[in-house]
């Protein structure tokens, strides 16, 4: 019991996790749908080696620098936790951190360590050198738009959901796609979120557009060299602009007919090219093809067998 490494909690009725966990100094992988007043009582001598954390479904009032100090946690899941507080560089010391999930959890990111108030900054996340799976919500859109400015622009993301506002996304979303959600308020994106655009293969974009057409911005200019794969929901207002090798290696775009149709183009040639690859949608909150949905249970979490062994 002593060299136990992994430990699943979920759906049961243990109420008090110390009694259980006190000895297991070498606990690897932790999930737990519990308490987390509960969680922050077993000491971290003994989570001192923890490094996946699923803690789904819960309440935490505060995230404090104590929890910063689980500094070998590669992996948290904290999806539909309800996060009140998080202090300012709880995140920032979590320096082996590769994964972070948060929707359906916290969203009251401040921009920056500039603003006086301990809170957490969006811009730590930033700086994780290994931090190469995100998926967060973020209300301020300041954060979403071309005026922010971070320090890393995130180095290692590879996959990514982000939404700025509460639009549903897919329970069990593959990790080989990125979801993006935006608010159609938002003129021009962020340099970092452009540089992940650039870097992405596989997009799911959604836009919840409340506004009338001609207060709907034309507000993106594609130019995305790696992009494999596009579907376009929602928004039928939102025209984005297709230049010359805007998409130089798309295999597949998704979207309605209806919407494509009202696109305005740049380069004949690339509209030439989406059409070649264009297949439209019969329902537009279908995100995913049929022949992807095999394939969703196996790449719904990391490897947390490959990163016991780390």
């Known amino acids: 019991m002593q060299n136990l490494l992994f430990l699943d909690l979920r759906e049961t009725s243990i109420s008090d996790l110390t009694p259980c966990i006190q000895k297991l100094k070498k606990l690897r992988v932790l999930m737990y749908d519990g308490s987390y007043e509960i969680f922050k009582q077993i000491p971290i001598s003994i989570l001192g080696n923890l490094s996946v954390l699923c803690l789904q479904h819960s309440k935490i009032k505060e995230l404090d620098k104590e929890f910063g100090r689980l500094v070998n946690l590669r992996v948290i899941d904290f999806f539909g936790t309800e996060i009140d507080i998080i202090r300012s560089k709880v995140f920032s010391s979590l320096n082996f951190l590769e994964v972070l999930y948060m929707h359906s959890s916290f969203h009251d990111w401040k921009a920056s360590n500039d603003e006086d108030e301990d809170r957490v900054a969006f811009e730590e996340l930033s700086t994780l050198k290994h931090l190469y799976a995100l998926r967060v919500d973020i209300t301020n859109k300041y954060i979403i738009s071309d005026k922010y400015r ?55 974009m959604a836009f919840e557009c409340i ?98 062994k780390l």
């Not at 982000?162 to 308020?185: C, E, G, K």
């Not at 130089?248 to 690339?270: A, G, H, M």
């Not at 690859?277 to 979490?301: A, F, G, K, P």
């Open 150 to 204: 971070v320090v890393g622009n995130f180095p290692s993301i590879k996959h990514f959901s982000i939404r700025s506002f509460d639009q549903s996304i897919p329970l069990d979303m593959p990790m080989y796609v990125n979801y993006l959600t935006l608010d159609p308020n938002i003129e021009n994106i962020a340099q970092w979120l452009k540089l992940l655009l650039i870097k992405t293969k596989n997009l799911e």
């Open 211 to 308: 506004w009338a057409p001609e207060e709907c911005p034309d507000n993106m200019k594609v130019q995305w060299a790696s992009m494999i794969s596009i579907h376009v929901v929602g928004c039928r207002n939102w025209k984005p602009i297709f230049g010359q090798q805007s998409v130089p290696t798309l295999q597949s775009f998704y979207c309605e007919k209806e919407w494509f149709e009202q696109l305005n183009w740049e380069d004949e040639d690339t509209k030439k090219q989406i059409q070649s690859v264009i297949e439209y949608q019969q329902d537009s909150y279908m995100l995913l093809t049929e022949s992807d949905i095999s394939e969703i249970r196996s790449n719904q979490r990391p490897n947390i067998k490959a990163l016991m």
